[in-house]
């Protein structure tokens, strides 16, 4: 089997649709299992959300200059640059496409008319399954325990994000830097690195035994960071 590597691109034909789809992390949702995402053409191709909209809500922040996706309700999703394309997971292009259709004041009908296709027709699960026949050669059932796993993962932390979110606003927090340096105080704590260092970490050491990093699959991070957010609020 040939290895995966970041920034790999594929065309994939979806439910008679063709998708460029990029790998993320070779072993994003765990050893061989990648995690993939497309760019804002993909969006606009087969969600009708344009480009120039897109691209508008693209933001950086300047202290790490870490890219993420800041849609009309105030909401961020991650960005990651793979050479000249901006990346976004494609279970987080799901979340952008349901949080613009909640704020339809934001985007003319047309645009919210497709939306409303793209959320009728897509999968998550099957997408990555697709994805893994074409990359791996095949989709097993491993593969899709764990692809259930961490999308569990990902819907059960979002009402404990949104705890947190209110936990921060009630801070104080108004502008997005101010949550970007929350977000930085946790992986500080877990990691003793900002998310933009262990991110430039975990690229270049990637393989050594030393390095943690190594041996955490995607799930496991997301269920650590989520659980230092919940012991925030209730240390707090």
């Given at each position: ?74 909401k961020t999703f ?99 830097y101010e949550y ?57």
């Amino acid at each position: 089997m040939a290895e995966v590597k970041r920034g790999e691109r594929i065309s994939l034909l979806y439910e008679s649709r063709e998708f460029e789809v990029i790998v993320i992390d070779p072993n994003g949702l765990g050893k061989g299992r990648p995690s993939i995402g497309f760019g804002l053409t993909m969006m606009e191709r087969y969600g009708s959300l344009p480009q120039s909209t897109s691209s508008q809500w693209v933001e950086t922040h300047p202290n790490n200059e870490q890219k993420f996706l800041k849609v009309p309700s105030g909401k961020t999703f991650e960005v990651i640059q793979i050479n000249d394309y901006l990346v976004v997971e494609v279970s987080d292009w799901v979340a952008v496409a349901s949080d613009v259709l909640k704020n339809p004041g934001k985007v003319r009908k047309p645009t919210r008319d497709g939306l409303i296709d793209f959320l009728g027709w897509f999968a998550v699960k099957g997408f990555y399954a697709d994805t893994y026949a074409v990359l791996k050669g095949s989709y097993t059932e491993a593969d899709s325990r764990a692809v259930s796993a961490w999308m569990q993962v990902r819907l059960s932390g979002i009402s404990g994000r949104n705890k947190y979110t209110k936990f921060l606003q009630e801070q104080g927090c108004e502008e997005w830097y101010e949550y970007a340096n929350w977000t930085d105080y946790v992986y500080q704590a877990l990691f003793g690195m900002k998310k933009k260092q262990i991110v430039e970490v975990w690229d270049l050491v990637e393989g050594d035994r030393n390095i943690g990093r190594n041996y955490i699959s995607q799930i496991e991070g997301l269920e650590a960071v989520a659980y230092c957010e919940k012991q925030v609020i209730e240390l707090f």
